[in-house]
């Protein structure tokens, strides 16, 4: 038997999503979105649909396409800084990058499912489709080993207090009333829970000696005396040689970044900014 096997994408997701910070974790029952998954054509793939209207989910097999490498311990987003083994996790770096993900089943038409929410980015290759079927893949007693203990923590009270300094107040306010951009909530959400520096959670510490945190499209500097936090500035996630370079154009919120950037002007150097964005 070979060492390798061929598999070919049945379709590709469409989500909008471009970027995977864009993507949840896992799909969030209370989102509402609507993606669509169009399958192939010329491959009787009409047929290959018939009577999966009546279910309420099916399971996506997908490919992790946009990740090059794997490694056998990795970093969850939850929880403290701890590498588990990656076959103990839903991690996308993965030996053989295949995710799976459960998703409501909106409607089928011809080779079309429309779908909820998912985790997965735009164009992402999907190899198969199955039904969820609950006497076969809910188990809701079944022990969860490590994610067990990191659900205690997150949702015990949040241990840091955070503040703003007067130019991250201004800019936060600039945002909102001017491009009605506001991730102020989320970010205080991230740092009151824990400030320390973690790759999967977009933390670092800068040669200066601050600290930054990835939100979304977006960065804040911030520095931690003790319990307290204080974010000292907003920033772009981007620089400005990405927001204006060809194929870049629905970087996330893009004419707010390059405002922001002709308001408070990017400090260069801007560092290892490819590497950062490409794992982003
Ligand atoms: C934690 S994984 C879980 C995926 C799946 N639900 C599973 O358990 O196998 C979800 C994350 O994968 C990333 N992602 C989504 N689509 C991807 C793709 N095509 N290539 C690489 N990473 C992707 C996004 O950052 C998303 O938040």
Redesign the pocket.
């Given at each position: 038997m070979s060492d390798s096997l061929t598999l070919k994408p049945i379709g590709f997701i469409r989500t909008g999503?471009r970027v995977?910070?864009q993507?949840?974790?896992?799909?969030a029952e209370g989102e509402v979105e609507t993606n669509v998954l169009e399958l192939l054509p010329g491959l009787n793939f009409e047929q290959a649909l018939q009577d999966l209207a009546g279910f309420e989910r099916v399971w996506l097999l997908?490919?992790?396409?946009?990740?090059e490498t794997w490694r056998p311990l990795v970093m969850p987003p939850r929880g403290p800084a701890r590498r588990r083994g990656v076959f103990a996790t839903?991690?996308?770096h993965r030996p053989n990058?295949?995710?799976?993900?459960p998703v409501r089943l909106l409607g089928v038409k011809g080779r079309t499912l429309v779908l909820g929410a998912c985790?997965?980015?735009d164009?992402?290759?999907v190899f198969d489709v199955k039904p969820y079927v609950p006497a076969y893949d809910s188990f809701p007693g079944a022990k969860a080993g490590w994610i067990e203990e990191v659900d205690t923590v997150v949702n015990a009270p949040a241990l840091f207090t955070v503040d703003f300094s007067e130019q991250a107040e201004l800019q936060a306010r600039w945002l909102r009333e001017t491009h009605g951009v506001d991730f102020t909530a989320r970010l205080v959400e991230l740092l009151s829970r824990d400030p320390t520096p973690h790759r999967t959670r977009r933390i670092r510490k800068r040669k200066s000696g601050a600290f930054e945190i990835g939100c979304g499209a977006w960065r804040a500097e911030f520095a931690v005396g003790g319990q307290a936090v204080t974010v000292r500035a907003l920033e772009t996630g981007y620089p400005l040689r990405f927001l204006t370079r060809e194929g870049y154009e629905d970087i996330p919120d893009r004419d707010a970044q390059m405002a922001f950037l002709a308001r408070w002007p990017e400090i260069l150097p801007t560092g290892d900014d490819e590497k950062r964005l490409k794992a982003e």
């Open positions: 999503k995977k910070f993507a949840l974790h896992q799909p997908w490919w992790f396409h946009r990740n839903r991690s996308p990058p295949l995710g799976m993900t985790d997965l980015v164009g992402t290759p």
